[in-house]
């Protein structure tokens, strides 16, 4: 348990990831268990919840066991559903909010299930990779682009040079 400045204990409840973005931290009660928190957010966010779980565990898999090409080729294969059920904003709320759950969530790992998602359910995206030499360290990046905005990896893409993307 941390503390805050004033000596009071911090509660989950102010640093909760399925709060919503502005949001009260005083609307949500410290007490309450998280699962109620979870069936108060809808049928609709909790599928995507569970597609995004299951899609972020998916790609890590497929990053570990298969080579990049071959896992970068078959993410530019991926053809839309005969009837998407799900708009693409909760996909990418529930990326966000599972990833700050999950230390092994990388960039990549985010926006590759996030574009998978969004292929499938026929919103066009695209997937960029990019790096930056910082001082004598290659830092490399990650970010997922919908309609011409950054919809997943909000770091300052442009200090990155993108070396690699896939539609």
Known sequence: MSFLASGHPETSSSRDPLRFPGASVASASPRRPSWTRL????????????LAYLFLWAVRIALRRMPFSRFRSSLSRVSPLARP???????????????????????????????????????????????????????????????????????????????DRVD
């Not at 069936?39 to 966010?45: D, E, S």
């Open 39 to 50: 069936l108060r957010l809808g049928p609709r966010k909790l599928a995507a919840l569970a």
């Open 85 to 163: 059920h799900l708009p693409p904003l909760p996909f990418c709320w529930a990326i966000g909010v599972l990833a700050r759950r999950l230390p092994w969530a990388t960039c990549l790992i985010q926006a590759a299930a996030g574009h998978l998602l969004l292929a499938l359910s026929g919103t066009p995206s695209r997937l960029a990779i990019g790096v930056r030499l910082e001082g004598e360290k290659l830092l490399a990046h990650a970010w997922l682009e919908s309609a011409g905005q950054t919809v997943l990896g909000f770091l300052p893409q442009e200090s990155f040079q993108p070396i």
